[in-house]
């Protein structure tokens, strides 16, 4: 099986088995004290762009925030868990597709050196029938010289 064949086919893998989280979100946590315990919450955070002033157009004026998404409790938790193993196959189709991508990109850079490879034989060749058209007009004409000082010799033109 080709290489991209079998990306793609582990990515409809991880797909199916199970939810992928969106891209830009992660598990933040909070520590609260209660009753001289230390309890640990999770939530899934988003990364959301918030812009300062008036030029919501101007890249440099804007800064990435995370914002709360989902609430998943504490760590024993099966939203904590799922989210986190949705995170991973995330992750992990993400590290794939780079992956792919850089398999077809050089793929098609290999298709463009092959491409002008193939094309050096035909150049090549052409170069060679050049090459031979120009001795056979140099010998035709180092005949023609011949023929006309021989020509000259026997029948000198006198004025």
């Not at 762009?49 to 004026?61: E, L, M, R, S």
């Not at 925030?65 to 989902?70: A, E, I, R």
């Amino acid at each position: 099986m080709r290489p991209e064949l079998a990306i793609k086919a582990r990515i409809a893998q991880i797909r199916a088995s199970g939810t992928v989280a969106q891209s830009n979100t992660w598990i933040g946590y909070t520590h609260i004290n209660k009753n001289g315990k230390k309890y640990t919450y999770y939530r899934l955070v988003k990364a959301v762009k918030i812009f300062k002033g008036n030029d919501a157009d101007n890249p440099t004026n804007s800064q990435v925030k995370g914002k709360m998404v989902k609430y998943l409790g504490a760590k024993d938790s099966d939203a904590y868990k799922e989210m986190k193993e949705a995170i991973s196959r995330r992750n992990e189709i993400q590290r794939l597709e780079r992956k792919l991508h850089n398999l077809e990109k050089d793929v098609s850079v290999a298709s463009v050196h092959r491409r002008q490879r193939d094309k050096q034989p035909a150049l090549t060749k052409l170069l060679g029938e050049l090459v031979q058209q120009v001795q056979g007009l140099v010998e035709e004409m180092a005949w023609l010289k011949r023929e006309f000082v021989s020509q000259l010799k026997s029948n000198p033109i006198t004025s």
